[in-house]
């Protein structure tokens, strides 16, 4: 058995525990749908790294319906923007059915882009062009999400559009209110499309990734949407994801999450990974009842609740050695002494705080030199460049000698001899060089 194979196991054991639960019945109101194996019952996951587990059925292919909804959104958001989507829908939960008429008073705005007539809406905000039809650009996205060419199911496609008066009308009665840019016929005729697109469990885990991955797909590399529409989407999804009862779901289980009436659901690990489910049979509330306790399940059990320690970082400070702890440079001969802070990791606000109070630390008369060793730091961040950069500055202007060690020179600073200044921090290769300028050795 190789190694990863506990995390299979674990997928594993899911699946077996979960797979007894008969409750719940599959979607009718599309007949197509009412042909699904309620057997049916798969788990996918994928990590940042791209490595795909999974259970049970995860190959079996079904249609997205409102899981699609997320990834339209974050597409309009990505081509329009969240203030000029926010026009159109707004991004509060509408305590109500997934098809109810979640509509503003005055202004029959949807409140979201989860539920039917929010999603409506964001499909038709997609620009239509004859070089790119709005619902190629729609498959197109969709299927970069997945990372492989995803497409469509056209008898469920037929069996909604035959039956699906009920979106028709919430369209009508939102053009009647005012916000829908085109026609209500030909919006919801491409929201069916889209709600009929076909995946497997594993392409939802890996679109469910590539959200938590900062828009970027972790099987092909691909930027699909930028960081912050990301960040949007999943802000939105755990707000309002799992329609009334995304309280509840964001109460115990604390994951930005999406159910549709195939029986898929996703759940967002954001910067861990993306989980999906695949079980047909429903609960009251449209979400796969097998999907639900498994998710669930393991939200508690990996510790994965968004409220639950978020990011604590490991240590980031290896070394604080103010001057007195330093053995004086020299036989006999007293030198100015200088304070070393050494730091680790990835660098950002959280991180360089703690380096920033170290450096004071390390300095209790507040006039000595300093070396900040980064040699084992992995990143920088914009912010924390921002914080170093400053917080070293004012060291350095208060006449201080302040020595940055980091081959990679992350902080961008001149070397000893470059120019800048006495006020500006200097940057060395290696530590000893650092120490022998600060001394006032090495070339000022
Ligand atoms: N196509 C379905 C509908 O509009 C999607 C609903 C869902 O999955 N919750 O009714």
């Known amino acids: ?24 019945s599959v979607a009718e109101y599309i007949p197509q749908l009412a042909r699904s194996d309620p057997g ?18 995860t190959t079996v292919p ?3 319906q409102s899981v699609s909804k997320p990834f339209v959104y974050a597409l309009a958001l990505s081509l329009l923007g969240l203030d000029e989507v926010g026009r159109w829908v707004n991004a509060e939960p509408s305590g109500e059915a997934y098809n109810a008429i979640s509509l503003e008073p005055d202004t029959g705005r949807p409140d979201n882009a989860m539920v039917n007539a929010g999603a409506i809406i964001t499909t038709a905000l997609i620009p239509d062009t004859s070089g790119a039809p709005r619902f190629e650009r729609v498959l ?38 005012g916000p829908l840019p085109v026609d209500p016929v030909a919006a919801v005729d491409t929201y069916f499309r889209q709600c009929a697109v076909r995946a497997t469990a594993t392409d939802l885990a890996a679109m469910a990734a590539t959200l938590a991955h900062g828009g970027v797909n972790p099987l092909t590399g691909e930027a699909v949407v930028p960081g912050p529409v990301a960040a949007q989407t999943l802000a939105v999804m755990a707000t309002c994801g799992m329609y009334d009862g995304s309280g509840d779901w964001l109460l115990r289980v604390g994951l930005p999450a999406k159910s549709g009436v195939s029986g898929g659901l996703i759940a967002v690990s954001p910067a861990r990974f993306g989980l999906a489910a695949y079980s047909p049979r429903l609960d009251p509330t449209g979400t796969s009842v097998r999907g639900r306790a498994a998710v669930g399940a393991l939200s508690e059990e990996l510790g994965l609740h968004l409220m639950h320690n978020p990011a604590l970082a490991g240590s980031t400070v290896t070394l604080i050695a103010t001057p007195d702890e330093l053995p004086t440079a020299g036989a006999g001969v007293p030198r100015e002494r200088v304070a070393v802070v050494a730091a680790q990791g990835a660098l950002d606000f959280t991180a360089a705080e703690r380096v920033l109070y170290a450096l004071d630390e390390a300095r209790p008369g507040g006039t000595e030199p300093v070396v900040l060793d980064l040699t084992e730091v992995t990143g920088v961040d914009r912010v924390a460049f921002t914080m170093l950069s400053g917080g070293l500055g004012r060291i350095a202007a208060s006449g201080a000698r302040t020595a940055v060690v980091d081959r990679a020179d992350r902080l961008a600073l001149p070397g000893p001899g470059e120019p800048g200044g006495p006020a500006v921090p200097r940057g060395f290769a290696t530590r000893a060089r650092a120490l022998a300028w600060c001394t006032g050795d090495g070339p000022g």
């Not at 049916?40 to 059925?57: E, P, Q, T």
């Open 62 to 64: 079904f249609t997205l």
């Open 1 to 24: 058995m190789s190694a990863a194979e506990a995390v299979t196991e674990a997928l594993r054991e899911l699946h077996a525990r979960f797979a007894p639960l008969g409750e719940g």
């Open 40 to 57: 049916a019952f798969g788990l996918a996951l994928v990590s940042m790294d791209g490595h795909r587990y999974g259970a049970g059925d």
């Open 140 to 177: 197109d996205c969709l299927s970069r999400f997945a990372g492989r060419e995803l497409d469509v199911d056209e008898q469920v496609y037929a069996s909604e559009a035959a039956t699906g008066d009920r979106n028709r009308a919430l369209a009508y009665l939102i053009r009647s209110t």
